[in-house]
């Protein structure tokens, strides 16, 4: 499988609803920092009502 946003080989896939995306390592890391650097997490966190102590 090739990469979403390149013409790399995928080094990792995600499949939901029978859509299937690839993505290379670099891509990859690109998503996860950029998912790291938002609230979204957080956000979910609070509306799971997750304690971490």
Do not use: P, T
């Not at 939901?16 to 790291?36: N, Q």
Request: aromatic residues 6%; contains cysteine; hydrophobic residues 30%.
């Amino acid at each position: 499988m090739q990469c979403h946003y390149c013409d790399r080989e995928a080094a990792v896939a995600v499949e939901k609803e029978h859509i299937k995306v690839g993505l290379c390592e670099e891509h990859f890391r690109d998503r996860l920092e950029e998912l790291s650097e938002g609230d979204w997490l957080g956000d979910l966190e609070e509306k799971l009502d997750v304690d971490r102590s």
